[in-house]
């Protein structure tokens, strides 16, 4: 048979004749080789699944950072979302930018066939202009917008005052408005997740929905469009799917059904096109690109290929963000000045022959891709520490009620605002704001058995005798424990020098402040002369591995070795992959013990531990067993802590002695996390989530068949891979056969721990490659793999898996930035225990990201925090739940430590609160009056009144009186002070003064006679003592209520 020969082109503007026929043209190169290769012009880009489309953008937008580049988003396929008018719209603006600004729009199939909305009017609004708000909120509500306490989601408004809103769905960020009666008097964009400005602009304009007239994307090209669509196979697949998801949900949610991918493609074949694949058998033609190798790390291997390429006369182009790589005085690059260092993100990188470029990504480099960061929008922070109306609170006084809101009362003449609290009976108690720290907030899953108290009973105080008594004791253990530690020592480890410093700058990514701020304590620790033993809580794939890795390399260059235990084989390997890849390019030597290792290799691994030949060890329970021995072991990391026993990490211990410690956990075990917090260990909390995550969605709930199929086919449409967790090996081979029936083209594999060895690390390591699309499998899978493209997991039989098995089996997915999805099933007509039921509900209710923290605090109220000096992991910690008995043992152990922290007492006949006409919505000023009465110095007290002033307009003078007064009662005490009477005339000071009265003394009004003090009342009075503090001791920590 004749070979067919296929012409070489570099770009698809080459092949004219190709484009008017529909043509396929074969690209060997793939990944950002798809953004090059595009002509110039109108062009759609159609692209399998939204990840690919994600990556397309970035790496266009790195090549060709001035053409005009937009992104059409498949609406989320769930019933809440898939009719969303605001939604809708957006996508329907996208469509007018594009088609009035050209340049290339990125899409999948799902894109291209559901519906979008384009606006049917909009309102122009600028700034020094004339606006009467009360209008504009009709024009808001007429125009189908929602009003709302919070403004993050698009179609959203809010009005405040003087202050406005407004998240139009046509802006990529929602709007601010500030008046002056009705004149504009600013305008600016604000990011949704802090509620803070980020720009400033002259004029914008509104959009309306309620009227906006839908189509279908594809019936809407311009006629000078061009289409290409890669791998045309695949976006087939993708489309039929898609469109079966749309069919089923859309009766559910009352929308109208689309049409299908063969009516959508008719619109298309309108425009000329070319089809671009990886399959050569069914190409034309062939582009003159090719991809280069992985080079992790190696970078003599980069140079000897930037030397050769140079010399067949090539230009070179590297895409970074790591700064490491950036620096051309003393980089890795700095040898090859004819090599072109560039900030920017590229999904792989590829070689032209034809155009004689190359162009080498970070995955080349150092095998990490950063391109296809998602820009969802999330909820706001503050939503963490809200406190809604109906939720079960304690009272530390008078027990348990129910927060029912706020009211205004008048006392000495005064108006201030307090808490409603409802207590058993009917009777309410009313609880000033300053007096708000004797409430916390008690776990909602005891919402239904929890009795009320009454406000004269007994109960409570007896309750509460009890909890004092066993804090006391507990309190005098820990004690005898801090004790024994304070005898052990070690000599400071040498401090961070530059090698040090360039493994820092060599990290691919852009650190969190939590991550800044976990190293900075954790170097702390290690420059002292007491071992650590510090707990490192953070969500999955929030950088603990990365913030370890630092600890690592500096004990390594103090000269000393580090022991990583890990609970399983797998994660053994994937951790000896991560920081041999990380390491890679240092004088740092890592070794590894697990199954998976030879007699021979292991006994080299030991062997070399013991005569310090080796730096780093990683391994599972191996590392504990007997011969095993370090030469000189100065670091013990613990991954996921919770898989290991008690006596595992005490024997650690007692083994190696004063060696310091660093336990990582997403879902520490609530003992640990009991320990921590009650001052036996050292806490750092990992709660920023990287700016490409996103919340996982998570159900709960009785079996679904018809939902479970959804779950999976609707991963598998955008190119995705499952989890899908069957506890019981029994019942494997039923579900393998269900799961094959409705996806019979789907590849499916079985992994458990009773498959022999090599089996299941190949059967894991096809997975991680990308070639299994669903895992079929038991909770082996629950530590630490990380699959960037498994975004759907799906748990059945969840009633048998506790929290902490469930939070780190959901943390499996959403790892990438992309939406992701959690189901936990039971059986359907199973009755659950009380205890089960609460932990379904809370791993369904607890979504925010970074709530691995809140998991386990709220597991410590499920099971209790166990006995301190024993080996239980768990017991009910008190009456009031833990955030009142860990208040009361916090108490009792500063005093017998002598270390008390007072607050001042304070006492006001001024109107100090956060006003209803400055704040009308109640529960974002409850959330406020418990962010404010929390400030602990100086610094944040002025951050949280910028950002209010930011939010809400110019601070009334109650508001800057409350804040003058909680100020002065959370640090005065620093300062001596111990009264303030704050009156309308006068305010009246009683402490040990000392340096606080000379600053006093150079306040105008101010008189200081030995531990009395007096001066102007009111604000003023508050202002000036405030100012007094700043000087005689600037920020001051006083203790959070």
Request: hydrophobic share 40%.
């Amino acid at each position: 048979m004749q070979k067919r020969e296929r012409p070489l082109v570099s770009r698809a503007d080459e092949l004219g004749e190709l484009w008017r026929s529909g043509g396929t043209v074969h690209d060997r190169a793939g990944g950002a080789a798809r953004a090059w290769i595009c002509p110039p012009g109108r062009l759609l880009a159609v692209l399998p699944d939204s990840r690919q489309a994600a990556e397309f953008v970035s790496d266009r937008r790195t090549l060709f950072p001035e053409e005009p580049l937009f992104r059409l988003a498949e609406p989320p396929l769930t019933v809440q979302t898939i009719g969303s008018r605001p939604l809708l719209l957006e996508r329907g603006e996208v469509l007018r930018r594009w088609t009035m600004e050209g340049g290339v729009l990125a899409a999948t199939p799902g894109a291209l066939m559901a519906p979008c909305l384009m606006a049917d009017g909009e309102l122009p609004v600028e700034r020094g202009e004339e606006y009467a708000r009360d209008r504009l909120v009709a024009w808001l509500e007429r125009s189908g917008y929602q009003r709302a306490d919070l403004v993050w989601s698009p179609g959203q408004y809010v009005l405040r005052g003087f202050i406005m809103d407004v998240f139009d769905p046509a802006h990529a960020l929602p709007l601010r408005f500030e008046f002056f009666d009705d004149i504009v008097e600013r305008i600016g964009a604000f990011q949704p997740s802090t509620q803070k400005s980020v720009a400033e602009l002259d004029a914008v304009s509104l959009h309306g929905m309620s009227g906006a007239v839908g189509a279908m994307p594809a019936a809407l090209l311009p006629p000078d469009t061009r289409l290409l669509l890669y791998e045309p196979q695949k976006i087939e697949d993708q489309a039929v799917s898609f469109h079966w998801l749309w069919e089923e949900l859309a009766s559910e949610a009352g929308v109208e059904p689309i049409p299908n991918w063969d009516a959508a493609f008719r619109e298309l074949a309108r425009c000329p096109r070319l089809r671009v694949t990886r399959a050569v058998e069914f190409a034309e033609a062939r582009l003159d690109l090719d991809e280069l190798p992985p080079f992790k790390g190696d970078f003599g291997a980069v140079l000897r290929l930037c030397r050769d390429l140079d010399a067949s006369g090539y230009s070179i182009s590297i895409y970074s963000v790591n700064p490491r790589f950036l620096d051309r005085d003393e980089g890795p690059f700095s040898s090859v000045p004819f090599v072109e260092v560039l900030e920017g993100k590229l999904s792989s990188g590829f070689a032209d022959r034809s155009e004689k470029r190359a162009f080498i990504s970070d995955r080349e480099l150092s095998g990490v891709s950063s391109a296809g960061a998602s820009s969802e929008w999330r909820a706001p922070v503050e939503w963490r520490d809200r406190l809604t109306e109906g939720q079960l609170v304690v009272h530390e006084d008078y027990g348990v009620g129910v927060f029912r809101g706020i009211e205004e009362i008048v006392t000495t003449g005064t108006t201030m605002d307090a808490l409603i609290i409802e207590f058993a009976e009917n009777k309410r108690l009313l609880v000033p704001v300053l007096q708000s720290h004797k409430l916390t907030a008690l776990a909602e899953h005891q919402n239904d058995e929890t009795q009320l108290d009454t406000l004269r009973g007994s109960r409570w105080r007896k309750s509460m005798e009890r909890d004092k008594k066993r804090a006391q004791e507990e309190a005098q253990a820990l004690i005898e424990i801090f004790a024994r530690r304070e005898l052990e020592r070690r000599d400071p480890l040498a401090l961070p020098g530059e090698l040090y410093r360039e493994f820092v700058r060599a990290f691919p990514h852009t650190e969190t402040a939590d991550q800044l701020k976990a190293t900075a304590e954790i170097m702390e620790d290690l420059s002292g002369p007491f071992p650590m033993d510090r707990l490192l809580v953070g969500d999955v794939g929030f950088g603990k591995t990365e913030v370890a890795l630092r600890a690592a390399f500096r004990a390594v260059a103090a000269g000393r070795q580090v022991c990583v235990l890990v609970p399983t084989t797998i994660l053994a390997q994937q951790h000896y992959g991560t920081f041999r890849s990380r390491l890679s390019g240092f004088p740092v030597s890592v070794g590894i013990l697990s199954r998976f290792t030879s007699k021979s290799e292991a006994g080299r691994t030991m062997a070399d531990a013991e005569n310090g030949a080796v730096d780093i060890v990683i391994g599972t329970h191996k590392l504990l067993q007997k011969g095993m021995a370090f030469k000189d072991l100065g670091l013990l990391i613990v991954d996921e802590e919770h898989r290991f026993g008690v006596m595992h990490k005490e024997s650690l211990k007692r083994t190696y002695g004063a060696v310091d410690i660093l336990s990582l956990s997403a879902t520490p075990i609530p003992r640990t996390l009991a320990m921590a917090l009650r001052g036996l260990r050292s806490i750092s909390v990992l709660s920023t989530p990287p700016e490409d995550r996103l919340p996982v969605t998570t159900f709960a709930g009785p079996w679904h068949t018809s939902l479970v199929r959804k779950a999976v086919a609707h991963e598998l449409t955008r190119g995705g891979q499952v989890y899908f967790v069957v506890n019981r090996i029994a019942r494997m081979e039923d579900r393998q056969r269900m799961l094959a029936a409705f996806f019979p083209e789907a590849r499916i594999r079985i992994a458990h721990g009773q498959m022999p060895e090599r089996e299941l690390e190949k059967t894991m390591l096809d997975f991680y490659s990308g070639s299994i699309d669903i895992l079929l499998c038991t909770t082996i899978i629950e530590s630490g793999l990380d699959v960037g493209r498994a975004n759907t997991i799906v748990v059945d039989d969840s009633q048998e898996l506790g929290l902490a098995q469930m939070y780190q089996l959901r943390g499996r997915v959403g790892r990438r930035g992309e939406n992701a999805f959690a189901y936990f099933f039971y059986p359907e007509h199973e009755e659950l225990r009380k205890e089960t039921a609460d932990r379904l509900e809370a791993i369904s209710t607890l979504t925010d990201l970074g709530s691995g923290y809140s998991i386990a605090r709220r597991d410590l109220d499920i099971r209790g925090g166990g006995e301190i000096g024993g080996t239980s992991q768990h017991g009910k910690s008190g009456t009031g739940g833990f955030n009142l008995f860990y208040r009361l043992l916090e108490q009792e152990l500063a005093r017998l430590r002598g270390m008390e922290t007072r607050l001042a007492e304070v006492s006001y006949d001024q109107g100090g609160s956060i006003p209803a006409f400055y704040i009308p919505q109640e529960g974002v000023r409850v959330t406020l009056y418990r962010r404010l009465l929390q400030v602990v110095g100086m610094d944040e007290l002025t951050a949280l009144m910028g950002e209010m002033e930011d939010r809400f307009g110019p601070l009334p003078e109650p508001v800057r009186l409350l804040a003058g007064l909680t100020a002065v009662r959370n640090c005065g005490a620093a300062f001596g002070l111990r009264t303030v009477s704050v009156r309308k005339n006068e305010t009246a000071v009683v402490g040990d003064l000392e340096e606080l009265g000379s600053c006093l003394k150079a306040k105008r009004g101010w008189t200081v006679l030995g531990a009395h003090a007096v001066g102007p009342g009111g604000v003023n009075g508050a202002a000036g003592l405030l100012e007094a503090m700043r000087e005689a001791g600037g920020a001051v920590e006083g203790r959070r209520k």
